[in-house]
């Protein structure tokens, strides 16, 4: 503990812990990539194959010959799939990217409006939008189907971006207000008195200053786009199918789970997102408590 | 807080939800007409129309997009294929909209009672017989992937793809002398492709050892759909129970009957046989210990076979079911083309010539030589040459005449996931068969019974 | 506050408008829309539709699955987020110090969280797979018993919560390592001028001092772990009798046996479920919030 001085024990405790849950919790991501370099048949072989090697190794061995084919392959649609893997990455791209967008530009605003306005009810207002994070996609799915029927809006881009963005606006909006009030109503003041106007101060004086706010929430919403299942498969059936879709729907594929092509695809669909959990680190917590701790 | 916030609101939403209920209505009642622009099919333009079929993800529907280009060279035919675990709920949902996506839905044979019943499927009774040679379908083909009510002479569809289950075997184990003189030595027979069930578990029971990672039979006992209803049913069958009689509805006294009993006993024998995790696998699953090599037979639908056959070559051999007594049945797998109710008019017609050209024997022939492409085509089962072109094609030719499918009545989906939470219950050793089937038994009649 | 230039009722509304009424059409309406389904017969596939009373809720709360899904989803959650809690709040303390590479590590460990569930868990197959998976053929090697992680009838939902607790944990240690280094130093050196024992250090001021943040952390895991779906999607399915809960019921009843009408009732159910830990995760924020407020 802090001020006391580090005994071996210690120490010695702390490996115990940090170690063995290190290996674990790596070890699904190694698996992945150990996966994305193997043959079909070495995926699924009796003896694990975890140690790749230059020549042919015999089915018995742990050794295997590790190749990119399974990225190559990934331009070809898998047996029975219309498509290849980018098609569906890129549903995803459009879908997370335009989401994304429209949640932290509507979050902005709205959030600025709550920070800088007096609005008659606005803790029910904030705690409104807060609440409708805990709703479970399948309590709504059915009603939103319904509507999105009417409205010929299932099975399209535009669909699945509506609900993204709104799902995503109670991230945003909490994330973004919380920015924004600590952004000093000084600068404000001084802009309003050179003659600004109020919209002109929220794109010249507020928006600068939001904006690495704006990042990090556009990164939570991304990855929250980006993951998102239950509403990507009830609502679409081909048109916006989104890679977590299409890789739930290869099992039970004919010719058995193409494994090494799914690892493949993984690989390529999870790298973004672990590139951009390094880069917003010092924003994570704030991000999945809603803005409600700030470090 | 977040209730007061709640509460507050809802006045503005049920406002909301008024207008989108009225919006909602009218948009059903008058729209076919109006949706025309999403398709450009409606417009029928002289030149070319498009039909647009869906079906599952998976070869054959590679095999009948292929076909389908030497239809008719001023139709383009787009076969939109739909991932296995969602299928069913993809293509239903899509009925609920007033005019579906496809003109042409290949279907399982269990949909035809629901199709059929709440209007989504176009009745094909009078049409069928004038355009397609009748005689020229296996009768039990025609009877279980056409046919509602089952046997009626009502048609709601017909046969697409004509599947059936078998059984993969490894050719290099089965023939290796020192395996089949161990095998004559400890069981006093020859070791050959199993004749019966009985014959297939001591085989099962001789290639089973653990310690060098092999096993004897991969059965299907999946838990995704309809997997272990399907593996269960031609041993429930072969061992003399069956799921009821479809005329009375009776259920009880069939499938809790005491030859009910055995054959599910029978099939958690078999299931000691089979490889580390056996009493879970789908369709897609149970192939994988087959082709690591691990495992010496393997249950499944014929569709999955020319994959391992090419993945194999000749260290597989395929046979049909094997029989209990006289009695041999193989679950009925494949689908059949419906034509969708919710579709222009010119499109239905468009969709029975496809139909009506698709089952030409001609066409059939063509079929066939499609990677999964089977048929219900009796001629081409019973010549030769169709029984030559494949190392599984003979054994499927002989499982034709032993088909048995599942209930196909509206509720059908029920009776599937009770089935499969009861055989599996039993399966996984937490019931016996009979408190299993006894159960079942009970709830498929309260499902069957209901209104 | 509401000083500056232009403060119209128009204006503000037009900041927090847009966002506002995408909420209230895709969320808030569906809620309603929903209870109105609930009250009748309405098929998947359209159809004439009846009110049908209470019928839908009668057949509720008399079928056995109903009862069977409640008791799975409540040991689903009570085991996931307790498991996390701990083994999350323990790494937090090994983690606590400063130690060479301590960035990086920590980094690493928040991945999971990150990541795609229903991707993930799909990926989780092949690990855990009975005969080839990985997982089982170390244990073999071991010479320890080679469980049947996906189909013995025990352990499917062990499984689940194994993968659960593989990306939650990260979640849990980061709200932790925040509570914990919240604690002022000094107060650490008084307890050691006291000469107090590690353990009545721990218990008298680490855990109460972290308690408020453990409390948050708890409930947002909670509303989460309520809505499990995508996990059970792609490890078991939706029809397995041991991991059915409350989502994939829902899944089941309305896409598999197209009865909207009593998804509808169930989703109803899942509803009031989540609005009381929602209440009480706002109250406990507003507490929060107060309580910054003051410091």
Known sequence: MDGVTQSALVKFLRALVLVPYFLLAAFPLLWLG??????????????????????????????????????????QPVAGTPNNFYHYLSNSVIVGAVSTVLAVVLGTLCAYGFSRFRIPGARDWLFFI??????????????????????????????????????NLSLSVWLMKGFIDDIPRAFEEAAWVDGYSRFQTFWKVILPQAATGMAVTGVFCLIAAWNEFGFAMTLNNYEAKTVPVYFAGLQGNIKGVPWPQIGAGMMLFVAPIVLFTVLVRRHLLRGVTFGTIKQ | MTLRGIFKFSGLALFAALGFSVLGCKSNSESPPAAGAAQPAVKAPPAKSTLTIWWAQWAPADGLQELAREFDPNVQVVVQQIPWPSFQDQVFQEFGKSKTAFDVVVGDSQWLGRGATRGLYVDLTSWLPTAVDLNTLHPLAKKYLSEYPTSSGKYFAAPCETDAMGFAYRKDWFADPKERAAFQAQYHTELAAPETWDDLRKIAEFFTRPADKRYGVALITGRGYDDIVMGFEQILYAFGGSWGDPQTRQVRGKLDSAEAVRGLDFMKELLKSSPPGGTKLGFGEAVEPFVNGSTAMLMNYFAFFPDLSNKMRAKVAFAVMPKQGERRFASLGGQGFSISTKTAPQQQELAKRFIAWFLKSDTQKKWVTKPGGFTANQEILKSAEFSQASPYNAAFAASMDHLQDFWNVPSYNELIATTVQKLGEAVDGKKSSKEALTTLALEHEKILLAK | MQSGPDSSAYLKWGFVGPALALLVTLNLFPLFFNIYLSFTNSDLSGGVVEGVGVANYTTLFTESRYSDAITTTALFVVCSVSVELLLGFLLALALRDRMPGKPVVLTLLLIPMMLCPVVMSLFWNLILNGQYGALNQLLGSL??????????????????????????????????????????????????????????????????????????AVLLRVTDALKQFDLVMAITGPNDMTTQTLSARVYQVVFRDYKVGLGAAYGVVILVAVIAVATLFVRYIERLQRQQGRA
């Open chain 1, 34 to 75: 150990l996966t994305s370099i193997k043959s079909y048949e070495d995926t699924i072989s009796t003896t694990v194959k975890f140690l790749p090697s230059a020549e042919v190794a015999a089915t018995s061995s742990v050794r295997f010959q590790p190749s990119l084919q399974a990225y190559r392959s990934l331009a």
């Open chain 1, 130 to 167: 807060l609440s409708t994070r805990f709703l479970p996609p399948l309590a709504v799915v059915v009603p939103v189907l319904m509507m999105y029927r009417s409205m010929r809006l299932e099975n399209t881009h535009l669909g699945l971006v509506l609900l993204y963005t709104s799902f």
């Open chain 3, 143 to 216: 010479g320890l018993a080679e469980p049947g992680w996906l189909t013995d009838d025990h352990l499917k939902l062990v499984s689940i919560l194994m993968v659960d607790i593989w990306m939650w944990t990260p979640f849990m240690m980061l709200i932790s390592l925040a509570g914990l280094n919240a604690i002022p130093k000094y107060i650490y050196e008084a307890a050691e001028i006291d000469r107090a024992s590690r353990w009545r250090v721990f218990r008298t001021i680490t855990l109460p001092m972290c308690t408020p943040l453990l409390g948050l």
